[in-house]
């Protein structure tokens, strides 16, 4: 005859999970964070999604990431979240040399997290908002494009050149 033991199982209350532990310190503004921040009394929140792009360098490692004319040191692609002012504000991806590659703006709400995706494209740079829609105020078009264009005008004129060479060149 086998015994039954009872197992008595005990209710284990966990605490909720915080997504990310708190971070020492106050959020500064105009700040790249890797993880989701509380914006500052006055502040908006940018989330801002960044691709790699189809380079062999990724667009992020050589474009500035600015707001309103100031750079914000975004390391890489990922998401960033940037506390800033509340208000309107202009923000782009320029080159090395500050040329815009993608350029929108949006009016900060305080309190709100505004969502932009910056995607380097293979044929024109755009950024998203969250629900997906094209905001772009000026997209130029990617490297490859250009380049595209530059082989292409430059072998009309390579050839152009040398059949004027030829045509005269034949001529008695």
Known sequence: MG??????IRAVSYHPSQPYPPMPGAVTP????PHPIAPPPGCAVLVVSVNRGPYLVPA???SRFKVDGRVVAIPGEGTW??????GPRDVRYTDFMGIPVITTSLVAQPGAAHHLSFRFGGWRNRVHDGYGTDVTRFGMWSNYSIL????AVGGLLCCGL???TAAFS???
């Open 3 to 8: 015994v039954c033991r009872r197992a008595r």
């Open 30 to 33: 105009l700040i790249a964070y």
């Open 60 to 62: 992020p490692a050589t």
């Open 81 to 86: 979240h940037v506390a800033v002012p509340a």
């Open 148 to 151: 595209l264009v530059v082989l």
């Open 162 to 164: 040398f059949g004027l």
């Open 170 to 172: 034949a001529s008695p």
